[in-house]
């Protein structure tokens, strides 16, 4: 047990899954910190180890299973460690997890962050095991001044849940109903994160276009945008999952005309055939995307979107697919992810008829892969010979290089540079291009810059 509360303990977080999850992490540790913890980076180091774990489809839990069983080898070597499982795939299995993993020491639910750190706090006077899922939900920052590990960019979570009930996704089951951050905390916790130094700030949410309709106070995800631009500061906002039913001229033009604002839209499309997008719980249209797709090029063509499709859904013949495969190669998304699908027990399509073999979908979403590859390698090459404006994120593996991003790039997910030169961390520079790859470039450090 431990009663010496002066001294509880150091915590090393394995944190896997989507930015969601990253903020998560964050909130955990600063709720611990609170509590008197410190925190390393190294498991070895560590006494408390917790994996905040994903459960979105199969593959995500396969990786979360090995990030488990890593921390209980370490267990195993220093027995007095001591693990604990939290984030969605503790919420979705609960008490299973402890059978799974046996010599976990906790399974702590993620719908409150707060409450399930005040348990594990009670947990450390016993001793005793621990299943928590919390009975209330949550919404926004337990504590104020969340810091993120990932300098120079900031993920901002401003809203939590989704109604949308896709038939693929279990994440409505996980994550519960929508609920939007007030208004305010998202402004303080912004604020925050600007004196800290942050130069991004990214919005994110299982949704961020259904933002403010839960609030009592009128504001939606257009005004949220207008305050976030109006505080001072030297900083970028990017947009982050949006819902193409929800992406209107209104907030195309913010992101358009709003000078922090990135020219950027992520839109989870998802798939382009009529029948599979019904089939997936979509609501929308070929034809819907079309008329989006207007909207944004005659708003403001230097837009730069990004979507991800779900290939091999239950029922997507050949033809089906092809019809994607053609809009995919029409090259009208800078910023491309594609998803096997993964039939989850629980969700409206794990039962539907004409599931498409394993094997047959892994091959459709190499064939986007590879159509999407030709159209961003074609891209890049234009950029060879010409500087850059780029905002260095971090210092690659090899030495004298560092890693950098265009604004037309969100981190993890799209394209970076890789930089020579003397440039510093979190500030932006002209950067020129050597090479074009398909995903990445090489440049060489012009000098460090940015005014507004």
């Known amino acids: 047990m431990y009663n010496d509360i002066e001294h509880i303990g150091t915590v090393y977080f394995a944190t896997l899954g ?78 299973r997890l402890m059978d799974m993993f046996p010599d976990a020491d906790g399974i702590l639910g993620n719908l409150n962050i707060a409450d399930s750190c005040r348990i594990f706090m009670e947990s450390l006077r016993t001793g005793k095991k621990i299943v928590h899922i919390p009975s209330e939900i949550s919404c926004g920052y337990p504590i104020k001044n969340i810091v993120p590990n990932s300098f120079p960019y900031a993920y901002l979570k401003i809203a939590e849940g989704c109604d949308n009930f896709c038939t693929y996704c279990i994440l409505p089951y996980i994550r519960g109903k929508y609920r939007s951050v007030p208004e305010q905390t998202v402004i303080e916790q912004a604020e925050f994160l600007l004196e800290q130094g942050f130069r991004e700030l990214i919005l994110v949410a299982q949704e961020t276009t259904q933002y403010g309709k839960d609030l009592p106070e009128e504001t939606d995800i257009v005004k949220l945008l207008h305050k976030l631009n109006d505080i001072k500061g030297d900083f970028i906002i990017r947009l982050m999952y949006t819902n193409p039913l929800r992406v209107n001229k209104n907030l195309v033009r913010a992101i358009s005309e709003l000078p922090k604002v990135v020219k950027y839209l992520d839109i989870p499309l998802q798939h382009y055939d009529d029948e599979i997008l019904s089939s997936m719980g979509r609501k929308y249209s070929s034809y819907d995307i079309e008329k989006l797709i207007d909207t944004i090029k005659s708003t403001d063509e230097e837009i730069v979107m990004r979507t991800t499709f779900i290939v091999g859904f239950p029922g997507e013949s050949d033809e089906k697919f092809d019809k994607l495969l053609k809009f995919v190669e029409r090259g009208d998304f800078l910023h491309l992810g594609v998803f096997q699908y993964s039939p989850e027990t629980g969700t409206d399509a794990y039962k539907m008829p004409n599931q498409i073999p394993g094997e047959v979908a892994s091959l459709r979403k190499e064939l986007v892969e590879m159509a999407h590859n030709d159209i961003l390698m074609n891209q890049n090459k234009q950029y060879v010979g010409k500087i850059v404006d780029a905002l260095v994120d971090g210092e690659a593996v090899r030495d004298g290089f560092f890693i950098a991003r265009m604004e037309q790039d969100a981190p993890q997910v799209d394209r970076h540079i890789k930089v020579r030169g003397n440039v510093e961390v979190g500030k932006w520079t002209k950067v020129q291009i050597v090479k074009a790859l398909a995903n990445n470039f090489l440049g060489v450090e012009e000098k460090a810059w940015r005014t507004f």
């Open 18 to 95: 989507c930015p969601k999850n990253e903020v998560d992490s964050q909130m955990w540790i600063a709720c611990l910190k609170k509590s008197g913890f410190s925190i390393t980076d190294n498991p070895e180091e560590a006494d408390f180890l917790f994996a905040n774990t994903c459960a979105f489809i199969e593959d995500a839990r396969l990786e979360s299973r090995e990030t488990i069983n890593r921390l209980l080898k370490l267990k195993k070597l220093y027995p007095s460690k001591r693990i604990y499982i939290t984030g969605c795939w503790a919420q979705l299995d609960r008490e």
